[in-house]
């Protein structure tokens, strides 16, 4: 039986997510001690991490070829956000606070450029801030889940296309990607996605 190694993108991937998820896990238990906006049902976890540019970088350290980028969610106890992690490390402190339209599939968001000494440079779009309409961390394990299942959906047949934002991705992001707040390493903001029913 022939064994399956994973590719250099697929480990530069879970390096750097395990990086991401490690240094939020220290910002917690840090920075964010003791301070109200804390959830403490809901524990650090990045969530559906993928690389939509992996056929066009099939190496994330193939030279003189800009490193390309995962884009999932990062579930904290005080936030819930999109994030867009370089596959290599990157610094651009200048960029920080500076905002990019990326694509989620079809949907185009707001994200803001943040930046952390131990992980480099990043961006960030808010779903929820602070996070305490989940009543437990599997709640908000899937509601993740359920946001980049929408968003990821396939593209229907050009006859039978859906209207540009169908009522679920509507339901679930709640208000349009200009009105959206960056999620950082410090808590801020109130909630900026329409309720998602749970139990």
Known sequence: MRVQHPSPLSAAMATRVDA???LYRTIAATRMEGIPLLNPVVQV?????ECP????????????????????ILITPWFMNLVCLPLVR??????VGSKQPRYVGQTCFEF??????????YEACSLFS??????????AVATAHAI????????????TQAPAVPARRAFLLGRSAGQRNPGTGH?????????VPHD
């Open 90 to 95: 990157v610094d651009q402190t200048r960029r």
């Open 148 to 159: 980049l299942s929408t968003l990821r959906a396939p593209v229907p047949a050009p006859e």
């Open 20 to 22: 991401l998820a490690a």
């Open 45 to 49: 976890e990045a969530v559906g991490f």
């Open 130 to 139: 602070p996070v305490f309409e989940f009543h437990d961390h599997a709640t």
């Open 53 to 72: 540019d992996e056929e066009a970088h099939p190496s994330a350290t193939e030279p003189n070829t800009a490193p390309c980028a995962a884009i999932g």
């Open 187 to 195: 808590a801020s903001g109130a909630p900026v996605v329409a309720q």
């Open 112 to 121: 803001i450029s943040g930046h952390e000494d131990a992980l480099g440079s």
